[in-house]
């Protein structure tokens, strides 16, 4: 036996079906669209490839950019675009914008991380011409002079230190002697003032 | 009165005075003349400098001397002589040494050193040769009783030694001025 409820989806059904295909028309017409729009884009892709192609051919084989390029420097653009640029101060901006950023740190610590460091003082190294100049160097005047200057130096700063305490020892040395030979005569007069050799009579000299 | 002598006399005379108006005591004799004359122990390394120079070129002579005689296997006559000639040569290189710096610049390589110089007292000068070897002489006397005649520079108003009384001159440092 039939229920209301399988007769109510089974009219249901029914009634929707044409809009169910005309859904299904419409989805199959916008993807056919689509491919053909694509097909029409890559066609014509290539066909702008294949133009630019064949016009950069044609440029190179007739020297369109060398006549170019002549003309223009035949003109000065070369030079007044170059006199612009240093009118303007783009070089000094470049240059300041360069060694303020980090790019200059970040190139030079990769540089220090990498092997070629090493390989270059390998290679000057290994060089003859390297060392000719370090021979050279070495046997120069100013560098002889600065070492004999840095020697000398040396021995005149140990010199100085044991003039300076020579002298100290000196004055030391000189006070103790004498400290001593006051404390000696200081002896020397209390001795005699204690035998006291010649009694004083009052009014009259001994002698 | 001498031209050294009298300056000193000036010197110390103005130490004294300005002593007095600073309310200091008065500087002794010695002590007032103790900046410009070379003390005891200045002359003890300077002297112990020519002493390493010297005896470091006899050494040196002495050894290949030594070692020249040894290869040729001579009499021991001949050894004999050779080592009377060398110690010969010795004391003739020290009495020279001494002698020649004296008399030249009045500064020996360890005065030189130490920054101190001999002068005549008399002509502030440099030694002559006579007066020098007089200094030598007076140098070996001096040590011989126990470097009496040494330490005598310590009671000594221009630290002078026997030698420098014999041979009339002082030792001053150079780098201070008189």
Known sequence: ???????????????????????????????????????????????????????????????????????????????????????????????????????????????????????????????????????????????????????????????????????????????????????GREDADTGRAGISPSPQIPGGDVR | MSGVQSQHGTDLAQRRAISRLRGEPAPSVAAASAGHYAGLVTRTLALALDALIIDGVALLVGLGVGLGVSLLHLPHDVDVVIAAALGAAYVAWTVGYFVFFWSSTGQTPGNRVMCIRVIDMRNRGPLKPRRALVRFIGLILAALPLLAGILMMLWDDRRRCLQDRLARTVVFYTDVPA
């Open chain 1, 1 to 183: 036996m039939t229920s209301p409820r399988s007769l109510f989806d089974a009219a249901t059904q029914l009634a929707t079906a044409p809009l169910r295909v005309a859904a299904y028309a419409g989805r199959e017409a916008r993807d056919t669209a689509k491919v053909a729009q694509e097909a029409i884009l890559a066609t014509g892709e290539q066909a702008f490839f294949a133009l630019l192609d064949a016009v950069v051919t044609k440029m190179m084989e007739d020297q369109v950019i060398d006549r170019v390029l002549e003309r223009a420097e035949a003109a000065g653009v070369a030079q007044r675009v170059v006199d612009r640029v240093l009118e303007d101060g783009v070089i000094e901006q470049i240059a300041e914008r360069v060694l303020s950023g980090p790019e200059i740190e970040r190139i030079v610590a990769a540089g220090f991380r990498s092997a070629l460091p090493e390989e270059v003082i390998e290679q000057l190294l290994a060089s003859e011409a390297v060392w000719i100049l370090v021979d050279e160097i070495a046997r120069s005047p100013s560098v002889t002079e600065a070492i004999a200057h840095q020697g000398t130096g040396f021995l005149e700063q140990v010199a100085g230190k044991a003039r300076d305490r020579s002298r100290r020892a000196d004055t030391r040395v000189q006070r103790l002697a004498q400290r001593l030979g006051r404390h």
